[in-house]
């Protein structure tokens, strides 16, 4: 018989050639003699790995490492292929025993930062490819997973040094520029997000994650209609992408193309019927629609959505499921303060559906809706809670039992919250002694995400701003002085700040403002919303694409929330001072006529 060592270097040659099912018989045969031998039983191991047998790769490193316990290599080996079966933490404790062996392995570093990376332990991963790092200084691997832990640390310059390190060993690596692409998307530095996404597809055309993210670039420049060309050309090359669905679906609600998006969202829903983001773009395309009874229930996905801006709270009392509740029902503000004074306009609805409502919101809004739902417990946000409610609802939840249709929308000739009488009657005896039109101005969103999409320049409303015999009245919250001046100088107009109002901090103060005004005219924002919850006349401009919000529904240039609102549309290519001054002449009429 063939010397056992002398066999096994032959299976090794072979194994290394790629001849591995050659490899495979001499290595059993080895083992046939000699069923503990280390070197078999571990290269074998990795051999099964290889040829996708984990199983039987599993078993024999499992005997590799018993039959040789302070081999750094078998440890490594086995941790891998435990790490590569999703036994991530089996996988940590067989890569901590190589180390205390071998500390100074680079290798085994790294690959415990990849498990803690799969265990969603990104800092001590971190710590893991720097310790890599230390040992390896230009390991691209090491180095481009370091960056991969920083973005998911939302560390992103630091990510950015780390992919341009990797680039300046590798030019042409497509995954660091991939994922360089996404860190300079994530710091709102999408054109050279772009050009990351067109050096990938220099190098690989067909790559369906390079075409897939530099939608998501196009997107956030607001060039829908190139980056619905993306998701096409993703969906091309690989017809299932979930990620190619979702976006696309994105996109068509963009462009005002609703039903071809909830197509889009019933192919991806087929594929993968629990995904939330398919929920949340059927949820966004319906209820822009005005189908409020599928499009609620749709909604509740919001929560598990990606992109979702608010997190879910966790109190102990089930949801409310719309039937009488005998006892006290806990409804409670989500997302920002405009949809809270929103979705408040359907608390007076809970009457006669509990004993008793605790309304719970952003404390700035707590005395103003206080005031205006005497019949409800308002508290803010971080007061302690009563203790004997029954069950809890989202704001927004409440759609899906009080608003299941634009029918039932209640026909308020009045708004529905109520200012302060009178603070709002000195506001307007001293903004209007010798009767003149008071002209309220918001034209900033500060949502941080699609905040810059919604918003305006104080200049462009100069066609209001020139209207004949009207008062011009800062509603904006935040620091509006510089452009205020800059107007004034540059154009002699002038928007008054009252210094005694704090638009941002005191919303009771502002709706008493809004009430001294005659009309308010705005981009979509908070103002917007406390203006039209108010009953005033109010000009809402909403934005063409990236940014026009689903409660403004499609096309109405009325709205059923808010008796008064008047939805001015920016159209495809038009700026937001074209807007503004296609406007002008039915604003102008509105003025004088309040005189």
């Known amino acids: 018989m063939q010397p056992l060592g002398e066999m096994l270097r032959g299976a090794l040659n072979l194994h290394q050639q790629g001849r591995l099912a050659e490899a495979e018989q001499l290595y059993t045969k080895v083992l046939a003699v000699d069923a503990r031998q280390f070197d078999a039983l571990h290269l074998l191991g990795m051999l099964k790995h290889q040829r996708g047998d984990s199983a039987q790769a599993l078993r024999l490193l499992a005997a590799a490492v018993e039959s040789n316990p302070k081999s750094p290599d078998a440890l490594l080996t086995y941790g891998g292929v435990l790490s590569a079966t999703n036994r991530h ?58 960056g991969n832990a920083l973005i998911a640390l939302d560390r992103l310059e630091e990510a950015l040094a780390a992919y341009d390190r990797v680039l300046a060993l590798m030019p042409n690596h497509p995954d660091a520029l991939i994922n360089r692409g996404k860190a300079l998307k994530n710091l709102n530095r999408s054109e050279e997000a772009l050009a990351c996404f067109d050096r990938v597809l220099a190098l690989r055309p067909d790559d369906v994650l390079a075409h897939i993210n530099r939608g998501l670039a196009l997107a956030a420049l607001n060039r829908p209609e190139e980056a619905l060309a993306c998701y096409d050309r993703a969906l091309a090359l690989a017809p299932d992408d979930i990620d190619a669905l979702h976006n696309r679906g994105a996109a068509l609600i963009q462009l005002n193309r609703q039903e071809e998006a909830l197509a889009c969202c019933n192919r991806l829903l087929a594929l993968m019927p629990e995904n939330a983001d398919g929920h949340w773009n059927a949820a966004l395309a319906r209820l822009t629609l ?14 598990k959505a990606a992109n979702f801006p608010s997190k879910p709270r966790n109190f102990p009392q089930p949801h409310w499921n719309g039937e009488r509740l005998n006892g006290t029902l806990l409804a409670w503000g989500e997302q920002g303060l405009g949809d809270e004074i929103l979705y408040a306009g359907m608390i007076p609805g809970l009457a006669g559906h509990a004993d008793s409502v605790v309304l719970e919101v952003e404390p700035r809004l707590a005395k103003l809706f206080a005031r205006s739902f005497p019949d409800v417990r308002v508290i803010g946000r971080g007061e302690p809670l009563p203790k004997n409610i029954k069950a809890q609802s989202p704001l927004a939840s409440l759609g899906q039992y009080l608003r299941p249709s634009l029918e039932v929308f209640p026909r308020r000739e009045r708004g529905y919250l109520t200012p302060d009488a009178g603070m709002a009657a000195s506001l307007r005896r001293r903004l209007s002694p010798n009767g003149e039109v008071v002209i309220g101005l918001s034209w900033v969103s500060k949502n941080p995400s699609i905040g810059k999409f919604k918003t305006a320049l104080l200049s462009d409303f100069e066609p209001v701003l020139r209207m004949p015999g009207c008062r011009l009245i800062d509603l904006q919250y935040g620091d509006t002085l510089a452009e205020r001046a800059a107007l ?71 709205s059923p929330w808010y008796p008064q609102v008047r939805v001015k549309r920016q159209v495809k290519g038009q700026s937001w001072a074209d807007a503004i001054a296609s406007a002008a002449e039915e604003i102008s009429a509105f003025a004088r006529a309040a005189r």
């Open 89 to 146: 933490e089996d996988a940590l404790s067989y890569f901590d025993r190589a180390l205390a062996i071998k500390p100074n392995r680079a290798d085994a570093h790294y690959n415990r930062g990849n498990v803690l990376i799969a265990l969603n332990r990104h800092v001590e991963a971190l710590a893991s490819y720097d310790r890599a790092l230390a040992l390896k200084p230009n390991d691209p691997l090491a180095l481009y997973n370091r």
């Open 488 to 558: 004034k100088q540059a154009t002699g107009l002038v928007v008054e700040r009252l210094e005694d109002v704090d638009n941002t901090n005191d919303l009771d103060a502002l709706a008493a403002l809004i009430t001294a005004c005659d009309l308010v005219v705005t981009v979509s924002n908070t103002t917007a919303h406390l203006a039209g919850a108010l009953g005033k006349p109010t000009w809402v401009f909403v934005p063409q694409s990236y940014g026009r919000i689903w409660y403004w529904f499609k096309d109405r240039k009325d």
């Open 290 to 303: 005005g189908d409020l009874a599928k499009g609620w229930k749709e909604y509740e996905w919001r929560w």
